[in-house]
C-alpha cells in the first residue's frame, strides 16, 4: 500500500483480510492508518485486483486533512416507495454512486434520495440533488435514477392510468433523444 498526500509517501503492507472488509463495503469510511507510531487519517483512494485471482495486489490512500476538501465516489440509497412503482412501473437506477467534493467532515455514508412522488415517466437528475456540503462532480443532465413504463403499467389499471403512463413514455423517449 502506498500513503500519499503528504510531505513524503509511506509505503505500507497490509493484511488481505483486513483490506478485505475496507473494500467490499458500499460505505464510505475514513480509515486511520497507524504506521510506526504515527496515526494517519486516510481514504482508499484506488485499489488494484489481480487479473486472474482478483486478489488484491495494491492499494493507495490518500491523507486528508479537515481543511481541505477531498473528491470521493458516495453509494446512492432510493428511499420510499414510488406512486409509479406501486402503478406497475420499474425503478431503474442508472448511477448507484456519485461522485462529490466535500470536506472530510461533511461526506455522508451514503446520499438518500426519496422516490415516494415519483410517477411513471419521471426521474431524478443530478442537478435536483441537494446535500449540504457537498458539490457534485457528475454532470448535471445525468439521470440517477427514474421510474420506467412496463408493459404490466401500459396495460394494467384503468384508462386514466393508460393515458397517464403512454404521455410519460412518450415524453422520456423525446427527452432521451
Given at each position: 500500500c502506498v500513503l500519499y498526500g503528504g510531505e513524503k509517501q509511506v509505503y505500507f503492507s497490509i493484511l488481505e483480510n483486513d483490506l478485505d472488509k475496507l473494500v467490499n463495503t458500499p460505505s464510505v469510511y475514513l480509515v486511520e492508518i497507524d504506521f510506526e507510531g504515527t496515526t494517519y487519517k486516510a481514504i482508499l483512494q484506488d485499489i488494484q485486483f489481480h487479473p486472474v485471482t482478483d486478489k488484491i495486489t495494491h492499494a493507495d490512500f490518500l491523507l486528508i486533512s479537515e481543511d481541505k476538501p477531498v473528491i470521493i465516489s458516495i453509494p446512492v440509497n432510493s428511499v420510499g416507495t414510488s406512486k409509479g412503482v406501486v402503478a406497475g412501473g420499474k425503478l431503474n437506477i442508472n448511477r448507484r454512486k456519485l461522485k462529490v467534493k466535500a470536506l472530510p467532515s461533511a461526506l455522508p455514508d451514503s446520499i438518500e434520495l426519496d422516490i415516494t412522488p415519483l410517477k411513471i415517466g419521471d426521474s431524478i437528475k443530478v442537478k435536483e440533488v441537494k446535500v449540504n456540503g457537498l458539490e457534485l462532480l457528475d454532470p448535471k443532465s445525468?439521470?440517477?435514477?427514474?421510474?420506467?413504463?412496463?408493459?404490466?403499467?401500459a396495460r394494467g389499471?384503468?384508462?386514466?392510468?393508460?393515458?397517464?403512463?403512454?404521455?410519460?413514455?412518450?415524453e422520456t423517449e423525446s427527452a432521451e433523444a
Open positions: 445525468d439521470v440517477v435514477l427514474a421510474v420506467k413504463v412496463t408493459r404490466t403499467s389499471g384503468d384508462d386514466d392510468d393508460e393515458e397517464e403512463a403512454a404521455t410519460a413514455e412518450a
